[in-house]
């Protein structure tokens, strides 16, 4: 079974642009979490997306924005991109219990993530 | 994670096995082990967790003290490719989008 995928792996913006990642769960996972990680702030929790609907979000500004297609694959938008955008952006996917809705917290499979670089 | 103390680095040759010890005094009833590690710009991986009994998969050993506050992860025979930073979590079973790690142990496999 194929794992996360994400793309691009690495990306260079100027401040100001725009940016859009893309992620595809694992065949199967519903939910898919986005995660932005710094030296500073280690890993930060940005907005999980199950069934097309965004299900949970973190405490990140407007300009961070996703969405979820109808296969599960999602992306993540960046608009006027700053300095300290410039992060490792962690894609996770995961299978939701049918019964409880949740995820056990073992059960998110991270993405190699894309390295965003912010000139 | 203020909850766990780990070692900042460790170093440990090709084909031994890597003990990882945590401590992790202040953990409650519910609250499970859990180990993670990151290979250097990678994503997280799950290697492996446990309530109070030892556990063993095909990546790792994890040996729990009796009284709970402390765990060592053990990976049998190590290889250059386990060189990453081991996160040493504890915490519920279910996931909240929580995934703050503390500083890890960063351990270099060396041939």
């Known amino acids: 079974k194929a794992g996360v995928t994400q793309t691009p792996r690495y990306l260079i913006k100027t401040r100001g642009q725009q940016v859009t990642l893309s992620c595809s769960p694992i065949?199967?996972?519903?939910?898919v979490s986005w995660y932005q990680q710094t030296p500073g702030q280690g890993l930060q929790f940005l907005f999980e997306y199950f069934s097309e609907t965004q299900r949970n979000k973190g405490n990140f500004p407007g300009r961070f924005s996703g969405r979820q297609f109808s296969n599960s694959r999602s992306e993540m938008n960046v608009s006027t991109l700053e300095l300290g955008d410039s992060a490792l952006y962690l894609c996770?996917?995961?299978?939701?219990?049918?019964?409880?809705?949740?995820?056990?917290?073992?059960?998110?499979?991270f993405g190699p993530g894309t390295r965003l670089t912010v000139l | 994670d203020a909850k766990t103390t780990q070692p900042t680095s460790m170093d440990c040759a090709e084909g031994r096995a890597a003990n990882l010890p945590c401590n992790h005094s202040?953990?409650?009833?519910?609250?499970?082990v859990y180990w993670y590690r990151q290979i250097h710009s990678q994503g997280p991986q799950y290697i492996i967790h446990g309530l109070k009994n030892n556990e063993t998969n095909e990546m790792a050993s994890l040996i729990i003290t009796e009284d709970r506050k402390s765990s060592t992860l053990i990976l049998p025979h190590a290889t250059l490719r386990d060189t990453a930073v081991y996160y040493c979590i504890v915490r519920g079973p279910y996931n909240n989008n929580d995934m703050r790690f503390g500083a890890g142990t960063r351990l270099t496999v060396k041939p």
């Open positions: 996770a996917s995961s299978l939701v219990r049918r019964r409880t809705g949740r995820v056990g917290f073992n059960e998110q499979f």
């Open positions: 065949s199967g996972h519903r939910s």
């Open positions: 202040t953990i409650s009833g519910n609250e499970y």
